[in-house]
């Protein structure tokens, strides 16, 4: 803390970025820092950078100040946050790159170390958790701490996912303590809901189709169906973490249409498969209970190639 402490007084510009597609934890860290460092270095100039925010999360303070990749400019430190390697960063990498130093706070397994400094614990819940290890606890503000609970949420499923332990309660019990409103935000963030994301996840679970005597679970929403239901990437958020709650099911996978021949793979496991091992091998990565990847192709080749190495394992168990 000391070190970093040392790193943030000799700056006089500093930028923030997390990996491409941004989540809760990866946007409730990077405004977590953004705002702190803004409320207790006045004399530091700090940018976010991240792509456009799902509109759920944009109750977080100076979210609209998030910046995109269009200037140029050079930072004397660069932190990156919750991302596991240089290239998930997408256009923000060319600012990390260029950076005099650069530090990087994660907790993905697959993190390959590719920072100056590299803060990478897998066995946390989430960056928000292991971010707030490094922030003063009395220097953190209400908006600070609601940046957060925000991540920290949103990673361990409202605190249902196995990555949740004592260490992630007594510190979303701390940040409690600084007076957020802690029910609105698992409520607004995570549980809520639009009627069309309401459709769209009747659509998916209704075509789902479940294999190796009920072990795996998947289901695929294309390109004709999310303009049918006028939906887009955001709006598919936690078909895969319903899909994972079916008695029986070992592994779910959810795959969406992105693009021409492009799909975007999520995965959910309860255990018995490590979906990280998968994901990587595709080009992805993860934890070994959540991961993802991006595949060229057609529907049935990418259901065919994810499937097989989740059977692969399920079979050697």
Known sequence: MEQLKEMIADAKVVGISGHVRPDAD???????????????????????????????????KNSNE?????????????FCLDCGSEDRLGDNAKYFLSA??????????SNTGFADYNIVEPEISSTCELLFAYLEDEKISKEVAEALYTGI????????????????LQVAGALIDHGIDFSKIVNDTYFGKTYL?????????????????????YTVVNK????????????????????IMTKGVECAIFIH????????????????????????????????????????????DVINNVVKKVAAQLKDK
């Open 26 to 60: 990866c946007i409730g860290s990077c405004l977590a820092l953004y705002n702190y460092l803004l409320d207790n270095y006045p004399d530091l100039q700090v940018d976010v950078r991240l792509e456009t925010p799902d509109p759920k999360f944009l109750f977080l």
């Open 66 to 78: 998030i910046k995109d990749a269009k200037e140029e400019k050079q930072y004397d430190l660069y």
């Open 100 to 109: 005099k130093k650069k530090i990087c706070f994660d907790h993905h397994i």
């Open 153 to 168: 949420i949103g990673d361990t499923g409202a605190f249902r996912h196995s990555c949740t332990s004592k260490a992630t």
């Open 197 to 217: 994301q309401n459709q769209i996840l009747g659509r998916a679970l209704l075509e789902s189709v479940t294999l190796l005597d009920g072990k795996i679970i």
């Open 224 to 243: 004709q169906e999310k303009e049918f239901y006028g939906v887009s990437g955001n709006d598919l958020d936690g078909i895969v973490d319903q899909l």
């Open 257 to 300: 249409e992105s693009g021409e021949l492009t799909y975007k793979v999520s995965m959910r496991s309860k255990g018995l498969v490590n979906v990280s091992q998968i994901a990587q091998s595709l080009g992805g990565g993860g934890h070994v209970r959540a991961a993802g990847c991006t595949l060229m192709g057609n529907e049935y």
